[in-house]
């Protein structure tokens, strides 16, 4: 019995130092150290359950019950402890990589498209609808396309009209999308239906209504059966549709690769036809030059004149944007500055 008690005091003193030990421990690892060396494998209450055998029945139920409470005292300590500290840790966390929810948000802007982009996008779509394909040609090209095939020889007249820069390969940034004309009829069997938007280049000085680099949009109509009311049907239904009800007038115009030639003209937005500095006072403004393919012009295709017709019209899509918009001056399309971009 005497042992017994002894082994009692001997619990009692394990579990005394147990308590100071994890209580004083500073972190997590010296209160593992400290846990284990009352109660892991070789601890010192574990080698005290461990002896449990050697004694009798009823020695066994008291040293046995008392260990058994003190060990689950330690842990519960243990378990307190630890709760402690890793509650610690994670606050250490969070304070690093903290989110604070209440920031407000970054304002993500919407932005639009380039109001050329977008008429552009608009006009494609109105010509789509009456069965025209968009087809494109390139930007460079040859002076068989951009002349020659269009019925301007080298030495006519006209030719100085669309006068461009040359490349030294002889090539030329086109002077306009007409250019797309005859590579399309070569491709093409008739009838077809296309428009060619595109950008194009001149020797131009630039001012309000001049760029070198510009944008046109090129239509041609192929069948055997069209006729210049077609044409003139057409036009007025697309200038309706791009820039709203506007009084318009078909005056006679030459280009060499037309036949009649024609222009189409709008009343002047700007001062609704009783004449400005935009219109030269004459109350009109030019928007879609255009006209019956010429004969030559197909023969250089391969198509035979007398078995097809066409009609074909170039608009600058730049000047088209500004009737739109009422813009007195094309540079502003181009310079990017977004107090101007943001107003559309
Ligand atoms: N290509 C001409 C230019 O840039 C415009 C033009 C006129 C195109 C009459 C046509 C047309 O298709 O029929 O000045």
Redesign the pocket.
């Known amino acids: 019995m005497d042992n017994k008690l002894e082994i009692i005091n001997e619990i009692d003193k394990i579990f005394e130092e147990a308590q100071k030990s994890l209580n004083s421990a500073k972190d997590l690892n010296e209160l593992d150290i400290s846990f284990r060396f009352f109660t892991g494998k070789k601890g010192r209450l574990t080698e005290i359950m461990h002896n449990i055998r050697l004694y009798s029945t009823e020695e066994k139920k008291i040293v046995g019950a008392k260990s058994n409470e003190v060990k689950n005292t330690i842990e519960f300590i243990y378990n307190a402890r630890k709760n402690e500290f890793s509650g610690a840790e994670q606050k250490k966390f969070l304070n690093r990589y903290r989110v604070d929810l209440t920031i407000p948000g970054n304002y993500i802007e919407r932005h639009h498209k380039h109001p050329i982009t977008a008429v552009l996008e608009e006009a494609s779509d109105f010509f789509s609808s009456m069965g025209f394909e968009i087809v494109e040609g390139p930007e460079i090209e040859t002076t068989y396309y951009n002349f020659d095939a269009l019925n301007i020889p080298a030495d006519h007249p006209a030719r100085d009209?669309?006068d461009t820069f040359y490349l030294l390969n002889g090539l030329v940034p086109r002077?306009?999308?007409?250019s797309v004309?005859v590579r399309t009829m070569e491709k093409k069997s008739p009838p077809f239906r296309v428009i060619a938007p595109g950008r194009?280049y001149r020797y131009e000085a630039v001012d309000a209504t001049h760029l070198f680099m510009f944008n046109?949009m090129?239509?041609?109509f192929v069948d055997k059966n069209v006729r210049l009311t077609d044409l003139k049907g057409i036009l007025e239904e697309t200038v309706k549709n791009l820039l709203g009800a506007r009084k318009t007038r078909f005056r006679p115009?030459f280009?060499p690769?037309?036949e009649p030639?024609l222009d189409l003209d709008i009343e002047c937005v700007f001062c609704g036809g009783r004449g400005c500095g935009i219109c030269k006072n004459t109350g009109w403004i030019e928007v879609i030059?255009?006209?019956m393919?010429h004969p030559n012009v197909f023969k250089y295709a391969g198509i035979d004149p007398q078995e097809y017709r066409g009609?074909?019209?170039?608009m600058?899509f730049d000047r088209i944007v500004m009737l739109k918009y009422s813009i007195n001056d094309l540079r502003l399309l181009y310079h990017g500055n977004l107090d101007i971009l943001n107003q559309f």
């Open positions: 009209v669309w002077t306009h999308t007409s004309q194009c046109q090129e239509g041609l115009a280009y690769f037309v030639g030059p255009c006209g393919v009609f074909a019209f170039g600058g």
